[in-house]
């Protein structure tokens, strides 16, 4: 059975910085691609970063140039480094594979306020 747990949430002023790290089990994820989602209250779920095997990496225009998504496929997991963090990061930050979906985490909480 697959499994996904993220941890590194946190509360952090405007202008801070916060890694997320995502540990998939249940069987190899090297090949997939992997993402990061995040998901603010009374908001649809959206991708906020991708990654490939092979590491090509692609980010939406909100968040391009402050958050770093990279992986380790030993250890099948991703992280998400996230600088220069503004309240309107504030959401529920999930891991998955944006190609083949698999059952969601819990999640991680973070929160941008000062």
């Known amino acids: 059975q697959v499994h996904l747990v993220e941890s590194g949430g946190g509360l952090v002023q405007p202008g801070g910085s916060l890694r997320l790290s995502c540990v998939a089990s249940?069987?190899?994820?090297?090949?997939?691609?992997m993402g990061w989602y995040r998901q603010a209250p009374e908001k649809p779920r959206e991708l906020v970063a991708r990654i490939t095997s092979r590491g090509a990496t692609d980010y939406p225009d909100s968040v391009r140039g402050r958050f770093t998504i990279s992986r380790d496929n030993v250890k099948n997991m991703v992280f998400l480094q996230m600088n220069s963090l503004k309240p309107e990061d504030t959401a529920v930050y999930y891991c998955?594979?944006?190609?083949?979906?698999?059952?969601w985490g819990q999640g991680t909480q973070v929160t941008v306020s000062s």
């Open positions: 249940g069987r190899d994820f090297s090949r997939n691609i």
């Open positions: 998955n594979l944006p190609l083949h979906l698999i059952p």
